[in-house]
């Protein structure tokens, strides 16, 4: 299984990206998709997730200007970030719990992250 990560880039303060991030390989089920960011100098921290069954959670900070979303037939997660701050800029790493196949176990697997700078 992997994740591949797209859509970062440079933006200015009160501008908009999504990122997208597709799961590829032997997949049977994915239930928790998740969008995560570590700051130069920071720890990684969860910025949003969603399930196949529950109403997407957000960190407070975004709350109101991120969204997330899925396409469960791409195996896909999206995420809309609009009104960025400087304060959002991070490398963006997306994961998902997959199971591989019919009855095996969920496993965490993570994308390969892609930069967010805001910056004027």
């Known amino acids: 299984v992997q994740l591949r990560a797209s859509g970062g880039g440079s933006v200015q303060p009160g501008g908009s990206l999504r990122l997208s991030c597709t799961a590829s390989?032997?997949?049977?089920?994915?239930?928790?998709m998740g969008w995560y960011r570590q700051a130069p100098g920071k720890q990684r921290e969860l910025v949003a997730r969603i399930s196949s069954s529950t109403s997407p959670t957000y960190v407070d900070p975004v709350k109101g200007r991120f969204t997330i979303f899925r396409d469960n037939a791409k195996n896909t997660v999206y995420l809309q970030m609009n009104d960025l701050k400087p304060e959002d800029t991070a490398v963006y790493y997306c994961n998902a719990a997959v199971a591989p196949f019919w009855l095996s176990p969920y496993s965490i697997y993570w994308g390969q992250g892609t930069l967010v700078t805001v910056s004027s």
């Open positions: 390989g032997s997949i049977s089920r994915i239930e928790d």
